[in-house]
């Protein structure tokens, strides 16, 4: 039986229940035998029906009833019944009543603290005052989610909080107390630290920052208790973030970080045990979000500013609806993605299972547009500058009833318009750098949309510029047809590059050219190489005139129309 068999059979069994009322029973009676005395509640529990007639104070003396549940447990039925569905199935139900283990070793310690005073119901809003919206940003380790909580807080002028910052800063300053002695040791080791001293220190420093108009919560909650207590006893979240990110770019990550920075929490040991942790809770914890409509997920293993561009979107469109939105939001919410390496195998060994997608249930945001495409061909058009391809794009659209899309006019014409789209591609590029992929796709998509029904494919010309761009294409688009590569020497496209460049006095020298030529070929090589181990390429030679270049075209092309 795996962790997540057991943890379903003791909720089902209501065992956490029982153990919790047998527990205090003892510290209520304290009696001199206690096997005797659990024996004789055991009976209690048969003559009743069974675990579930068992409350929290079942073997609590009348005299005695003013003790407070464990964790809240009574106090919480009533909660559990208005936040779960009432399906007997949901098997989220009673998770809140399944605590770590290691928690009765510190809570309950009462040479520690006082886990009356953990539980203390207060206010922590002030309900006189708006409420500030709350994101929560949830992933695995090195998942990237305090980089794009950041990034958040500074877009929006949200207060940003790191728990894991929040313990380390507590430990750190309260060295000498045992309780937080032992809790540095358990996040050392991998574990999550105890839940109702997490929930606390967020208490506390959401009551220190009273009028911010939202706040970013950074790597909380981590399960599906966690979730459960911060709606008890905060509030329910605006939006959950999700970063999902496959095995293998985590364990990188972590081991780069652990390098950079030095956190002890970054050892190997640590590292594995972190990432077990995170491979048997996130799944449950994405579905208990999912089910509150509460979630937005986003593949994490792409560039950072790639990743920040589709939160910020979802952001716009799920907390400022009336905020004018960036067009391509239709790349947001993805189905649920988890990696199988992360989430199926719950066993107690850490392997990496690969690093294929598992699709949760969840909604199709690309509506019926990947079906309709399915009627048209899709053909990548590749080459060097000076190699052709834009003559022969205009010969191909003319013959097959093709659409043309160019991605540098598609680029232009995006960054002519007043967008946050727009804004963010102009960052970009002012900094030195390329429009991101997703940015990239986002464009095509929405020009490839705009066309279906009155075109018979797409002729689209440069792009993909690298592998990457080919792969994300193909993941969240479709594969190509036809790859069709203008193959021309490098001397040919310098010469026709340099004699264009005499009928513009803004064209190309020949240091510009061969800079051009030069980060082509960096790019293209790779390209090709993986585009031929599909068997979709065709190399065309381009050395010759326009219409003999045009006849081999139309030959690669013959064969898929």
Known sequence: MNTSEAKEYLSRREIPQLFESLLNGLMCSKPEDPVE????????????????????DTFVSQE??????????????????????????????????????????????????????????YEVFDPARPRPKIILVIGGPGSGKGTQSLKIAERYGFQYISVGELLRKKIHSTSSNRKWSLI???????????????????????????????????????????????EDQICTPDLVVFLACTNQRLKERLLKRAEQQGRPDDNLKATQRRL????????????????????????????????FYDISVAVDNKLFPNKEAAAGSIDLDPAMMLDTGEFIDTGSDYEDQGDDQLNLPGEDTMGGFLEDLKKCKIIFMIGGPGSGKATQCTKLVEKYGLTHLSTGELVRSALSSETERSRLMRDIMERGGLVPTGIMLALL????AASLGDTKGFLIDGYPREVKQGEEFGRRIGEPHLVICMDCSADTMTNRLLQQSQSSPCGDNSETVSKRLETYYRASIPLIAYYETKTQLHKINAEGTPEEVFLQVCTAMDSIF
């Open 37 to 56: 005395y659990l024996e004789s509640c055991l009976q209690k529990v048969k003559d009743l029906g069974g675990c579930d007639q068992v409350k929290w």
């Open 64 to 121: 005695k009833k003013t003790l407070p549940p464990l964790n809240g447990g009574q106090a919480r039925r009533s909660f559990l019944r208005n936040v779960l569905p009432e399906n007997s199935n949901f098997p989220y139900r009673r998770y809140d009543r399944l605590p770590p283990i290691h928690q009765f070793s510190i809570e309950s310690d009462t040479d520690l603290s006082e886990t009356a005073e953990l539980i203390e119901e």
């Open 184 to 230: 540095a040791k358990i996040i050392t080791t991998g574990e999550l630290a105890p839940q109702e001293t997490t929930i606390t220190e967020i208490k506390q420093k959401l009551m220190q920052i009273p009028d911010e108009e939202g706040i970013v919560i950074d790597g909380f909650p981590r399960d599906v208790a966690q979730a459960l207590s911060f």
């Open 276 to 307: 077990m942790n995170f491979k048997q809770n996130a799944a449950p914890l994405v579905k208990y979000f999912q089910e509150r409509g509460l979630i937005v997920t986003f593949d994490a293993d792409r560039d950072e500013d790639e990743v």
């Open 445 to 448: 998509k929405e020009a490839m």
